[in-house]
């Protein structure tokens, strides 16, 4: 059972990683951005709710979020593990993915086994290169006014959960601002399945 939840703003590459991850660690990954974009092609419910807030660099509010992951999660494939990419992105979140850790335990009757298998990671990259990559990336939500509405988003609302993480033992930082390869080498090192 292997549980790596990716912290780091925007353009870090935690989706590219997440992927290789994902392969290597055999277990799914779950990008909440990804869902959303789905949801908005599709013009759901949910992605007509969530599309304002996605344009304008805006986290989609919880109640939005948190039933979507919970549906994620409560899927087969994610009873095995998960890596999660872009959630949690606030406390309320992260102390909802805590809860459902906790709970998952206690129906498998292993509340003293771990709580080691739930990795965190940070990968660290300086923002004159976040804002460089995304602008290269183009995406929709991808014009430089909203990159940098992206990027006080994280710093003020997702940057805390650093400190969150490190006072509860679970969090490993990785230099992302090295050449893919060798990002996915240290990621490697960094958990512990
Ligand atoms: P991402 O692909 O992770 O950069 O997410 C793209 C956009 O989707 C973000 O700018 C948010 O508007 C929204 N989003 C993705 N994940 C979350 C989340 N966990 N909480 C709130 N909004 C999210």
């Given at each position: 059972?292997?549980?790596?939840i990716?912290?780091?703003?925007?353009g870090?590459?935690?989706?590219?990683?997440?992927?290789?991850?994902?392969?290597?660690l055999?277990?799914?990954?779950?990008?909440?951005?990804?869902?959303?974009?789905?949801?908005?092609?599709?013009q759901t419910?949910?992605?007509?709710?969530?599309?304002?807030?996605?344009?304008?660099?805006?986290?989609?509010?919880?109640?939005?979020?948190l039933?979507?992951v919970?549906?994620?999660?409560?899927?087969?494939?994610a009873?095995?593990?998960?890596?999660?990419?872009?959630?949690?992105?606030?406390?309320?979140?992260?102390?909802?993915?805590?809860?459902?850790?906790?709970q998952?335990?206690?129906?498998?009757?292993?509340?003293?086994?771990?709580?080691?298998?739930?990795?965190?990671?940070?990968?660290?990259?300086?923002?004159?290169?976040?804002?460089?990559?995304?602008?290269?990336?183009?995406?929709?939500?991808?014009?430089?006014?909203?990159?940098?509405?992206?990027?006080?988003?994280?710093?003020?609302?997702?940057?805390?959960?650093?400190?969150?993480?490190?006072?509860r033992?679970?969090?490993?930082?990785?230099?992302?601002?090295?050449?893919?390869d060798?990002?996915?080498?240290?990621?490697?090192?960094?958990i512990v399945?």
């Amino acid at each position: 059972m292997v549980q790596v939840i990716f912290l780091g703003p925007p353009g870090s590459g935690k989706g590219t990683q997440s992927a290789r991850l994902s392969e290597f660690l055999a277990v799914p990954h779950i990008s909440t951005g990804d869902i959303l974009r789905t949801h908005v092609a599709q013009q759901t419910d949910l992605g007509q709710k969530a599309k304002a807030f996605m344009d304008q660099g805006d986290l989609v509010p919880d109640q939005l979020i948190l039933s979507m992951v919970q549906d994620r999660l409560d899927q087969p494939d994610a009873q095995k593990g998960w890596i999660l990419d872009g959630f949690p992105r606030n406390v309320t979140q992260a102390t909802f993915v805590e809860d459902l850790v906790k709970q998952q335990q206690v129906e498998k009757g292993s509340e003293n086994a771990d709580s080691k298998s739930l990795n965190t990671i940070n990968l660290e990259v300086p923002d004159e290169v976040l804002i460089e990559r995304l602008l290269a990336r183009g995406r929709a939500d991808d014009s430089e006014e909203t990159i940098r509405h992206r990027l006080q988003v994280y710093h003020e609302q997702t940057e805390p959960l650093i400190e969150y993480y490190r006072d509860r033992n679970q969090l490993s930082i990785v230099n992302g601002n090295l050449p893919l390869d060798q990002v996915t080498a240290a990621l490697k090192n960094a958990i512990v399945a």
